[in-house]
């Protein structure tokens, strides 16, 4: 089991599972908010940090609900249902742990109107995730 990308414990046992859990626990929580304006431009805003960082800013947009029909095999006949299929995914920005607003442009979201969008804050060294915030359904 790994925690926040910070610790790691054997499933199996409890005690070092607990002791994990307290360790992720302790890692950073950058906030992170998502704000649509009025024209169609999506507001990414990263609070500040008392700790200095070095982290890149993701941004991946996705289907909220996919559905695949089976054609052949065992399955054929079936449908198979999948959640927030990511469909791009880009770095946006680097983040020094300083507070920052960053503007994604209403003509990069367009076609992805009625779609969901996720950003998240990754350390560039060890790799937790140090904030995210998600937006079920884009509008434009």
Do not use: Y
């Not at 095999?73 to 983040?95: A, L, P, T």
């Not at 969008?117 to 904030?131: E, R, S, T």
Request: charged share 25%; hydrophobic share 35%; proline share 5%.
């Amino acid at each position: 089991m790994v925690g926040h990308c910070i610790a790691e414990a054997t499933g199996s046992d409890g005690q070092s599972e607990r002791v994990g859990l307290q360790r992720a626990q302790l890692g950073p929580d950058v906030k992170l908010k998502l704000e649509p304006d009025a024209g169609g431009n999506l507001k990414v805003r990263i609070a500040g940090s008392p700790q200095p960082a070095e982290a890149s800013v993701w941004l991946a947009l996705f289907d909220p609900l996919h559905e695949t029909k089976i054609r052949r095999g065992e399955n054929r006949g079936c449908k198979m249902h999948n959640v927030n299929v990511v469909r791009e995914f880009r770095k946006i920005s680097k983040w020094n742990g300083c507070r920052m607003t960053l503007t994604i442009p209403a003509e990069e979201l367009k076609k992805h109107a009625g779609k969901g969008c996720a950003v998240f804050l990754q350390n560039d060294h060890k790799g937790p995730i140090l904030g995210a915030a998600t937006i079920a359904q884009l509008t434009n």
